[in-house]
């Protein structure tokens, strides 16, 4: 393992020499054109550079999920459950510096339909592929490059009419199953006898060690008990391996520590059952106990997808369905594949990581609306209309939250839906839904919006603003808890201790709740919280944060019903201050002119302000309205009124921004106490 000494400034930048997740593994949602096309992933797979892809089109009965390695070489794949190696022309054409190129085949290019892919590049402790020629010997021994014991095993045998053994640590030597069949683990001593941190050991099957035939294995490492080498200070672990036993109606599995992005996951005994390819997409829409989460994308062995009630949390995912592949009920027993979600590396500009988008509304269904990433889609959006009024305030849409159109507002406390109502719209591909922030039309990646009167994403002719985030380290994460009732800590992937966070339950009834280390003047702020729907002061509570503050990889909960009641489920978005990108802060008014000073040093693009000592709406303002000299328009979050923009109570300034003399007490009252969250131009 290789050690990296950590040198970080306070603006968060990345350590050279670290190990990255993104740069090997990636999870990408892309639309078909039927022309040829590049998908960009971030992971190199270039020149002597080695690794796989696996591509599924979503909804689809017809198209396998494939694998391309640039073991097997361009134009050829090996179908997850049948023969193989194929050729297939004009698939994918070559292995890039930032992801792939594809040609024009249906299997992974049908136009006007929807891909995953998943890729995985070889590094140590993470992925591998070996190739070997079989020799029927037994012990056989297997030179890998994985530097571990690996957790996974599939073997391709590079012939037809042969059997895919996968092993897991968790079936054990001699234990395999067949990644091209449905049935349980069973015993072949024949197969895998034992791996090592060099080599593992093959038996004499034939399907596994035939001489007459050559094979390809991928290799997957295991981190359940630590030994990661990830991240700045090279010591994440990003991989786990669970056994789910005895599943319920509430089945959570935490035992992965962090929260993934992909799973693969198999019944291993008690039934027989699908293998399932899950990754955290934003695919389908459920609802369970208040959860409106998206579903995951699954994949049975026939190539087939559908969505499963299953959401990711802070600390490993949710499962709520019985009787399914991924989830049997007494005796079943399914093993779980883990990779946490990849963002590791912090952003170096503002505009990675948040984009403020103007739009007019021109009432048409399905309309993709781009929000200024580059072919990568937000994490978080706030939308609403500028010049009406919007009975729902800014709708938010996370992609922990909106499978099926579900969106939060922030002028009230209920989670709102807009199922088959044309507002926040699922994307689709071949009949099958999957997150409105999914959304791709051509070099647009943003959501999918319709024409609903009621809800207003693209309603009429309004005029209409956007404001988006991506989760990146000591700027801004998202992600989500499932509520005990009972104290506890919820991980995050800030890296810093949050500065402002905000709890949303995705029950109907429950509060915004936000801390911001300013309240109360910074002392015990973990004693206070705000609600983001109205215009109240600081409120004193013990059981929203339980007088705990948050630290560098998570949050406590109390026992109030705003942020950890049982058996619901809650988005948490968490703000940070980093450098030159990035500031929490507060202020205490004059009612004169007020130079806040931010560390910007091109001004301020997005301002969010909120009066605590005393009643106080939320005002936002931003760069893409207009944030100059004179009027500047602003909205109120916790209201439902239009922008207002014959006002002058805030000015440009390069540090960060000026709270004027003729400002609102709202904004500044002598010896009022604000706090807000500014982003740099």
């Not at 979503?58 to 640039?70: C, D, L, Q, W």
Request: with cysteine; aromatic share 12%.
């Amino acid at each position: 393992m290789s050690l990296v000494t950590k040198t970080l400034n306070p603006a968060g930048s990345s350590v050279k020499g670290a190990k990255y997740l993104e740069d090997y593994f990636s999870t990408v949602v892309y639309e078909g054109t039927g022309s040829a096309k590049t998908v960009k992933t971030g992971v190199d797979l270039s020149g002597d550079n080695r690794g796989a892809i696996i591509i599924t089109e979503i909804g689809s009965s017809a198209v396998y999920a494939t694998v391309f390695s640039t073991e097997y070489g361009i134009n050829a794949l090996h179908r997850m459950n049948s023969d193989g190696p194929n050729e297939e022309k004009n698939s994918v054409t070559s292995f890039d510096s930032d992801g792939f190129s594809i040609g024009s085949s249906t299997q992974v290019n049908r136009a006007g339909r929807f891909y995953i892919a998943t890729t995985f590049k070889c590094v140590e402790n993470f992925f591998d592929i070996v190739s070997y020629d079989g020799d029927s010997g037994e012990p056989r021994s297997i030179k890998h490059n994985l530097k571990t014991a690996p957790a996974m095993i599939w073997t391709f045998p590079q012939y037809t009419g042969s059997t895919k053994y996968v092993y897991t640590r968790m079936t054990g030597a001699g234990d395999v199953m067949q990644l091209n069949s449905s049935g349980t683990e069973f015993d072949n001593p024949d197969t895998y006898i034992n791996g090592g941190e060099n080599y593992y050991t093959l038996g004499d099957d034939s399907d596994i060690n035939n001489p007459n035939y050559s094979y390809k294995a991928f290799l997957f490492a295991d981190h359940s008990y630590g030994g990661g080498d990830f991240g700045e200070n090279s010591d994440e672990n990003v991989t786990g391996t669970v056994n789910g036993l005895y599943g319920s109606s509430n089945s959570t599995v935490q035992q992965f520590q962090f929260e993934p992005e992909y799973i693969l996951c198999k019944t291993r005994a008690g039934y027989t059952g699908n293998w399932a390819i899950i990754t955290h997409n934003g695919y389908g829409g459920s609802s369970h106990s208040g959860s409106n989460s998206p579903s995951y994308i699954e994949y049975d062995s026939s190539g087939t997808a559908s969505a499963t009630s299953c959401t990711a949390i802070s600390d490993g995912f949710h499962k709520t369905t019985t009787g399914s592949d991924q989830n049997r009920t007494s005796p079943g027993v399914t093993v779980y594949f883990g990779i946490k979600r990849a963002k590791q590396k912090p952003i170096e500009t503002a505009s990675e990581g948040f984009q403020a988008t103007t739009y007019t509304a021109n009432n048409a269904d399905g309309r993709v609306v781009g929000l200024g990433f580059d072919q990568t889609h937000p994490d978080v959006v706030w939308v609403r209309p500028r010049v009406s009024v919007d009975s729902y305030g800014f709708k938010v849409a996370s992609k922990h939250s909106c499978g099926n159109g579900y969106f939060f507002h922030t002028n009230g406390n209920s989670h709102s839906v807009a199922i088959n109502s044309d507002a926040l719209m699922p994307s689709k591909s071949n009949g099958q839904n999957f997150s409105p922030l999914c959304g791709i039309n051509g070099n647009d990646y943003g959501m999918t919006v319709g024409n609903d009167a009621s809800y207003r994403f693209n309603y009429s002719n309004s005029a209409m603003i956007a404001y988006a985030w991506k989760r990146s380290p000591y700027f801004f994460d998202s992600t989500k808890h499932y509520g005990t009732g009972v104290v506890k800590k919820v991980p995050h992937y800030l890296k810093t201790a949050p500065e402002m966070f905000m709890f949303k339950s995705e029950h109907s009834s429950g509060d915004w709740a936000v801390y911001h280390k300013d309240l109360n003047s910074g002392v015990n702020p973990e004693q206070y919280y705000l609600r983001l729907h109205t215009n109240s002061a600081e409120i004193l509570s013990s059981t929203h944060w339980n007088d705990t503050p948050p630290s560098s990889d998570s949050i406590t909960v109390g026992t109030d019903y705003d942020t950890n009641g049982d058996n619901y489920f809650y988005d948490m978005f968490l703000y940070a201050t980093q450098a030159g990108i990035s500031k929490v802060g507060s202020y205490t008014g004059t009612g004169n002119d007020l130079t806040v000073d931010c560390g910007f040093n091109s001004g301020t693009q997005f301002l969010l302000i909120k009066r605590v000592d005393s009643t106080g709406d939320w005002y936002v303002f931003d760069s893409k309205r207009g944030l100059t000299t004179g009027n500047v328009p602003y909205i109120k979050v916790n209201g439902s009124t239009a922008e207002v923009t014959n006002t002058d109570y805030i000015d440009p300034d390069d540090s960060g921004f000026i709270v004027t003399s003729s400002a609102t007490a709202d904004l500044n009252a002598s010896g009022g106490r604000y706090i807000f969250y500014a982003i740099a131009q």
